[in-house]
């Protein structure tokens, strides 16, 4: 695959950094995903031909290598992209929607009707849960650490929008305000019933386990806030069931069902249900300030760098 575009997302700063739970070996080429155009197939490929619009997931490389003028990428974890859709909007599917769409689907298990709460939701995984889970029919409230955040979720589709703050007391408030808003505003007096969970820290046991239900679901996605010992006294009053959610090992034992997820998605995508954006490009020459945003905490959105434009690849 020629590379149009490369996604940069907080794991990716993260294991550059050397902190991130899997750790390549020196020298590694980051990045896991990558959008482009097909120059060159193997001899037993069936879906693609030269010249196809494609977005690839490094996973057969563990997860890394998509920051490359040219890619290999094993046939099953490769995409065709709608003709209707930018290459550039894609170029973080798999660590935005993918990590969404297992946490809400294969963790969560929600269904039509029920009411999520993400938090850390003006990221790319916290827009893309939102708008995977309003196509799924959930009601979603949205939490973000200031004010000037709130613009992202709300564009996005999220039914409210709070602000949780980066103190014990704002965590306090932001938890009254979530329960409240559960009970008057979406019918569910018990609270949320699975919270998507970007930040942990002490927003975790400041605010997050009185949001839940009894035997409702909280699904660790990250922790941008630092981690917390989380105290299974709470847990076990509560009856909640804490669970982490990595879609990258699931994906490689489950195959099939992650090719049915990634087939879903597309659909959502063709339909409109979703609309994977592009917030930030940066020029090859400056992807470190990529990386930077995120070391920084101020990444949003769809951030990715750019290789060489779409437009260029048409006319060569």
Same mark, same amino acid.
């Given at each position: 695959?020629e590379?149009?575009?490369?996604?940069?997302?907080?794991?990716?700063?993260?294991?550059?950094?050397?902190?991130?739970?899997?750790?390549?070996?020196?020298?590694?080429?980051?990045?896991?995903?990558?959008?482009?155009?097909?120059?060159?197939?193997?001899?037993?490929?069936?879906? !693609?031909?030269?010249?196809?619009?494609?977005?690839?997931?490094?996973?057969?490389?563990?997860g890394?290598?998509?920051?490359?003028?040219?890619?290999?990428?094993?046939?099953?974890?490769?995409?065709?992209?709608?003709?209707?859709?930018?290459?550039?909007?894609?170029?973080?599917?798999?660590?935005?929607?993918?990590?969404?769409y297992?946490?809400?689907? +294969?963790? #969560?298990?929600?269904?039509?009707?029920?009411?999520?709460?993400?938090?850390?939701?003006? #990221?790319?995984?916290?827009?893309?849960? +939102?708008?995977?889970?309003k196509?799924?029919?959930?009601y979603?409230?949205?939490?973000?650490?200031?004010?000037?955040?709130?613009?992202?979720?709300?564009?996005?589709g999220?039914?409210?929008?709070?602000?949780?703050?980066?103190?014990?007391?704002?965590?306090?408030? !932001?938890?009254?305000?979530?329960?409240?808003?559960?009970a008057?505003l !979406?019918?569910?007096?018990?609270?949320?019933?699975?919270?998507?969970?970007?930040?942990?820290?002490?927003? !975790?046991?400041?605010?997050?386990?009185?949001?839940?239900?009894?035997?409702?679901?909280?699904?660790?996605?990250?922790?941008?806030? #630092?981690?917390?010992?989380?105290?299974?006294?709470?847990?076990?009053?509560?009856?909640?069931?804490?669970?982490?959610?990595?879609?990258?090992?699931?994906?490689?034992?489950?195959?099939?069902?992650?090719?049915?997820?990634?087939?879903?998605m597309?659909?959502?995508?063709?339909?409109?249900?979703?609309?994977?954006?592009?917030?930030?490009?940066?020029?090859?020459?400056?992807?470190?300030?990529?990386?930077?945003?995120?070391?920084?905490?101020?990444?949003?959105?769809?951030?990715?760098?750019?290789?060489?434009?779409?437009?260029?690849?048409?006319?060569?």
């Open positions: 695959i590379t149009s575009y490369a996604g940069v997302q907080y794991p990716d700063a993260l294991q550059a950094q050397g902190l991130y739970q899997i750790q390549p070996p020196l020298p590694y080429i980051p990045g896991m995903d990558v959008t482009g155009v097909v120059k060159q197939v193997g001899s037993s490929v069936t879906k !693609f031909k030269v010249g196809d619009r494609v977005m690839a997931t490094m996973t057969s490389f563990g890394n290598g998509a920051m490359a003028s040219f890619v290999k990428a094993s046939e099953t974890s490769v995409w065709k992209i709608p003709d209707n859709v930018p290459l550039s909007a894609c170029a973080n599917l798999g660590r935005n929607y993918y990590a969404a297992h946490s809400l689907k +294969i963790v #969560g298990e929600i269904s039509p009707g029920q009411l999520v709460l993400v938090d850390g939701a003006s #990221g790319g995984v916290g827009m893309a849960t +939102i708008e995977l889970a196509a799924m029919g959930c979603c409230i949205a939490g973000v650490s200031t004010k000037d955040k709130m613009q992202y979720p709300k564009s996005v999220a039914d409210l929008v709070l602000c949780y703050g980066k103190n014990r007391k704002s965590y306090k408030r !932001f938890k009254t305000e979530v329960k409240k808003a559960s008057d !979406f019918g569910h007096p018990r609270g949320v019933d699975v919270i998507i969970d970007m930040v942990q820290g002490e927003l !975790f046991d400041a605010a997050l386990l009185s949001c839940v239900r009894p035997l409702g679901k909280i699904c660790l996605v990250g922790f941008t806030a #630092g981690q917390k010992l989380i105290r299974p006294g709470i847990l076990l009053v509560k009856e909640v069931c804490v669970v982490g959610s990595l879609w990258g090992r699931w994906a490689v034992e489950n195959p099939e069902q992650h090719t049915e997820n990634v087939y879903e597309l659909h959502y995508l063709a339909r409109g249900d979703i609309k994977p954006r592009v917030d930030r490009i940066f020029p090859l020459d400056r992807f470190i300030e990529a990386f930077q945003l995120f070391e920084n905490n101020k990444g949003r959105g769809n951030t990715i760098v750019c290789f060489r434009e779409e437009d260029q690849q048409r006319t060569n």
